[in-house]
Nanobody, 122 residues
Framework: QVQFVESGGGLVQPGGSLRLSCTGS????????MGWYRQAPGKQREAVAS???????NYADSVKGRFTNSRDNAKNTVYLQMNSLKPEDTAVYYC????????????????WGQGTQVTVSS
């Protein structure tokens, strides 16, 4: 299975920005759609954003206009630029490669990593 490693999380004030990165192993990274997911304490994992192998993006309504998903296939890396962060964005963020985009329950090509913690608080 493909392995993913997330990074870039941290503590930020409301209105601030963070850029998350997700690097995958394997030479076939570029053919996979990729997704960002998050899980807040006591809540189920939810899909946040996705990007196809050709770069088409989709976003959850809650982050549309604030988050931007991009990828660099040469580096086996996807990015999530998060602007205008809100306290409700606080969660552990994960990446993976779904068979069905924007569905956290979708079967995944990869295994779940440790995620990266994002905390939005004043």
């Amino acid at each position: 299975q493909v392995q993913f490693v997330e990074s870039g999380g941290g503590l930020v004030q409301p209105g601030g920005s963070l850029r998350l990165s997700c690097t995958g192993s394997g030479s076939i990274f570029s053919i996979y759609a990729m997704g960002w997911y998050r899980q807040a304490p006591g809540k189920q994992r939810e899909a946040v954003a996705s990007i196809t192998s050709r770069g088409s993006t989709n976003y959850a309504d809650s982050v549309k206009g604030r988050f931007t998903n991009s990828r660099d296939n040469a580096k086996n890396t996807v990015y999530l630029q998060m602007n205008s962060l809100k306290p409700e964005d606080t969660a552990v963020y994960y990446c993976n490669s779904p068979l069905v985009i924007m569905k956290a329950s979708s079967p995944m090509h990869g295994s779940w990593g440790q995620g990266t913690q994002v905390t939005v608080s004043s």
